[in-house]
């Protein structure tokens, strides 16, 4: 079955530092997402990005990020500055079309760790 | 979207039915009612969404009441692998882009 996956599974940063997370989204999806999870906290939304451009951000998702589909296959969420309360798991999702009832798979997840 | 209430945990006993239960009270005409979970911090995985209709898939079956205001995910026979947080999130028709907004979910445990 196809998966949505991600690297790497664990990054190790120091504060200020910039961090590129990686995801495959599965192959024919056209909707891509990421979500991120402080320990111990709800999964939380961050952007949906589609046809090229970010259709839709919280207010987690401020100008310290970014995201990117560099080519066919990746896509990718930079944090420029890294700080400390970056620390989360970082989920990416994609789903096949806009119709809403189109089911959302998640990836493994990147454990983000800024020191 | 509508928000959903569930209770914070629940023990289930290893091959008995896990009946997890879902408030949504505030829920309108064009939202549905998808449930996921989360096993020990891996991403999100999809279990089952329906509308107004009960539904079932090979993993869980969703009753969904007459007035729509709660459902309840049933996992026929429960086995320790479903230990896993439970989240019940309502979202709309015309939320094209999608995002789902998590709550706090239903720890269930399974024990053997």
């Known amino acids: 079955e196809p998966e949505v996956t991600q690297t790497p599974s664990h990054q190790v940063t120091q504060m200020g530092q910039e961090v590129i997370l990686r995801c495959v989204p599965i192959?024919?999806?056209?909707?891509f997402y990421w979500y991120r999870q402080i320990l111990g906290q709800k999964v939380e939304f961050l952007v949906s990005?589609?046809?090229?451009?970010?259709?839709?951000k919280s207010e987690i998702f401020d100008d310290q990020f970014s995201v990117e589909r560099p080519d066919g296959s990746n896509f990718t969420l930079k944090i420029r500055s890294t700080k400390l309360e970056d620390s989360a798991m970082y989920f990416c999702?994609?789903?096949?079309?806009?119709?809403?009832?189109?089911?959302?798979?998640f990836g493994p997840g990147t454990r983000l760790t800024v020191l | 979207d509508a928000k959903t209430t569930q209770p914070p945990s629940m023990d289930c006993a290893e091959g008995r039915a896990a009946n997890l239960p879902c408030n949504h009270s505030?829920?309108?005409?064009?939202?549905?009612v998808y449930w996921y979970r989360q096993i020990h911090s891996q991403g999100p995985q999809y279990i089952i969404h329906?509308?107004?209709n009960n539904e079932t898939n090979e993993m869980a079956s969703l009753i969904i009441t007459e007035d729509r205001k709660s459902s309840t995910l049933i996992l026929p026979h429960a086995t320790l692998r479903d230990t896993a947080v439970y989240y019940c999130?309502?979202?709309?028709?015309?939320?094209?882009?999608?995002?789902?907004?998590f709550g706090a979910g239903t720890q269930v445990v399974v024990t053997p």
């Open positions: 329906g509308l107004k």
């Open positions: 505030t829920i309108s005409g064009n939202e549905y």
């Open positions: 999702a994609s789903r096949l079309t806009g119709r809403p009832t189109d089911t959302q798979y």
């Open positions: 192959s024919n999806h056209l909707y």
């Open positions: 990005f589609y046809n090229n451009e970010i259709s839709e």
């Open positions: 999130i309502v979202r709309s028709l015309t939320d094209s882009w999608g995002k789902f907004q």
